[in-house]
């Protein structure tokens, strides 16, 4: 299973880590993924979600 989030496609981003004399190489960020439980067509399944969505469906639950 690839490292994305279920609900918005949320992954990996790329870019330069920048070191004190100022050397630019490339590295990663990852999305802050956590494995939470989903309604997928009626069905409980745990799927990758980025904390964002997670707290927008905290949010929509709450109402």
Known sequence: ??????ICGK?????NQI?????STK???GA????K???INGKLTKANICTK???TIKKSETK
Do not use: F
């Open 53 to 55: 969505c997670l707290k």
């Open 37 to 39: 439980p989903v309604d």
């Open 11 to 15: 992954s990996r981003t790329a870019g």
């Open 19 to 23: 070191s004190h004399s100022n050397i």
């Open 1 to 6: 299973m690839a490292k994305e989030c279920y």
């Open 32 to 35: 802050n993924l956590q494995k």
């Open 27 to 29: 590295r990663t960020w």
